[in-house]
């Protein structure tokens, strides 16, 4: 269904006549330029869609179109509708204002930081004035004023909340109320079709209740938008979901790529998912269908001039803050896909979809969206420079503690075939927990050991300090017990060979040679006692000292040695005398 732009429109942003594009979560209409920016902030931020190029839910089309025309714009530009803004500098974005820096920072001020929004008053619990809010989204949605709910909305109030006086959310208001263009707005808030009441009743039952059968179709119709988005993608077609066709899978007319082992894989890993995980997979592949729908319209509508290469570029889905990094990475290489293995997945997504929706889930805690996506990327058939690159950074996962159990049995599967065989048999867990059991037993003993060590380490450390502490002090009392004689014998003399310095060389050379010797000893005097002279600077001393003495340091130890022995010519005439 496509819309009559009315010559009085214009851009919400830059104030440019005839807008062609759709903001349908902030209720504006913008041009072409402006739509560049608004693509480049993500779903989270704006979705955009084509006034007569995209195909539109006509209630959802008129909920736009209400919205533009009631002053919803207001909502966003509250602030700069103040004579006073004017006075500070702060101004709206113009018609021949560039496009780089003016508009985009205008429109990222305006719909991402919410900087002209109209702020409640702040009060010290924040989550008191939340649910006030969203008690008044609860009164206010069973009228048909839009632009009071998008100001709540816009504020904080909760599509979803569940009034626990009422027992019920916002949408089953509306729908019991027959406010179709209410139900269209909280449902782009995030609002959920079958979510039940306190008795268990959706808005689905509610509008069909009310007699609102319009509305009751619509709503069944938004439950099953996504996956009606992605079948749509493939194949051009919805299901009728008045007949009970709630699912369409295409068929791939080239199945090569199906019967491929890494394919399959990929399929079961797809099928051990939980349901949460499944659900961020199919959000985020439905956002890259978007993406990719939205690209080729705006290329059909541009007509090739400088708008196409100077416009924002949107290659792959922008960050959305809220999500994790792991998943925004997962989101935009989610680009890399080619048409083939992008077709693949969505179409692996539809016929899970259909099989949990029958009641036929399989949960494992094996899976994530990492492995996932890593699976299905299939590089080999890819070309460029990022062919041989994974399409996830490698993360921790029970890889590793698979691939020790199959070693452990004795088997020779890959990786992803371990990690693709769904949940595991009470045999196989029981394996698991005799495995971890000798781990940790393992473990512990090594910790003992370890305990032991340590203590003897810290041992040995306290006597190696004792010993250099007793060797340090021993170096200082060791050289002054040797060079200072006693005070009680006389200073020693080279009068002959009874003297002090040669009892002392014959104490140390023979325990046979003393004081009473009977007659001196000569150097022609052949015996175990008797040793050639030393030369000039060496030491006549055995090489092991005295247990209480300490060695002498290297330029002390010759001179010691020169003036304690008397030379050769003195001691012949000794003899001779």
Known sequence: MSKRVRNTDVCADCSAPDPRWASVNRGVLICDECCSVHRSLGRHSSQVRHLTHTPWPPNQLQMVQTLYSNGANSIWEHSLLDPASVLSGR??????????????????????????????PCRDDDSFTAKDLSKQLHSSVRTGNLETCLRLLSLGAQANFFHPEKGNTPLHVAAKAGQVSQAELLTVYGADPGAPDTTGKTPVDYAREAGHQELSERLVEIQYELTDRLAFYLCGRRPDHKTGQHFIV????????????????????????????????????????????????????????????????VPFLPVNPEYSSTRNQGRQKLARFNAHEFATLVIDILSDAKRRQQGNAVVSPKGSVELLMRGMRMGSSSEGPDADQPDYDSVASDEDTDAEHSAKDDRTKSLDSDLSDGPISMQEFQEVKNALCLSEAKIQQLMRVNTNLSDELRLMQKKLQSLQSENSSLRRQGPASIYQAPADQPEPSYSGPSSGPKRRQSARVSSSSSLGSSRPMSMYETGSALKPHPSKGECPYPEEPHPSLTPFPPHVKGRFCDLLFIPPLISIHLVLV
């Open 250 to 313: 295409p068929q791939m007319a080239d199945s090569s790529l199906d019967l491929s082992e890494l394919a399959k894989a990929a399929k079961r890993k797809l099928q051990s998912l939980s349901n949460h995980l499944f659900e961020e997979l199919a959000m985020d592949v439905y956002d890259e269908v978007d993406r990719r729908e939205t690209d080729a319209v705006w290329l059909a509508t541009q007509n090739h001039s400088t708008l196409v290469t100077e416009t924002t570029v």
């Open 91 to 120: 101004r709206k974005a113009g018609p021949q204002d560039r496009l780089h820096p003016n508009k985009t920072e205008f429109i990222k001020a305006k719909y991402q930081m919410l900087a002209f929004v109209h702020r409640m």
